[in-house]
């Protein structure tokens, strides 16, 4: 049974993750879609160098294309991997602004969901289990 992965979705209801993808041409697109495929086939059990672990629970999907970089940021709550990040890494190490992008989503996701009631839009994104 797949792992479910879902995009962060900010108070707007926009989906930046899925945003950026969806702007990427038509192989780099293929080459991530690829990539959450086998999170959620995988699960945790994904290794290296399909992902790893960048600050604390923070982790990163690595899809490249030629010598284009791209990163998925992500986390897991309990059974769900939510993607809170994408972008091109241009080489080296991520960047420091692109892993507090990650954490202030995830703290807000946190917050939103915690929150009695809740208010829509939900925290996770278009394929969220319930949404």
Do not use: C
Not at 42 to 70: C, I, K, M, W
């Amino acid at each position: 049974m797949p792992w479910p992965v879902v995009y962060y979705r900010k108070s707007d209801g926009t989906e930046p993750a899925d945003e950026f993808i969806r702007t990427q041409p038509p192989a780099a697109q293929a080459a991530i879609d690829n990539y959450i495929e086998r999170l959620a086939l995988f699960g945790p059990a994904l290794g290296y160098p399909s992902t790893s672990q960048v600050d604390g629970e923070l982790r990163e999907l690595r899809p490249d294309l030629g010598n284009t970089h791209y990163r998925l940021l992500y986390r897991r709550t309990d059974n769900v991997f939510v993607i809170l990040h994408a972008f091109i890494k241009p080489g080296g190490k991520i960047a420091r602004a692109e892993i507090e992008i990650a954490h202030r989503r995830w703290e807000d996701l946190k917050a939103r969901m915690g929150a009695v009631p809740r208010h829509p839009p939900r925290a996770l994104g278009h394929e969220a289990p319930g949404s």
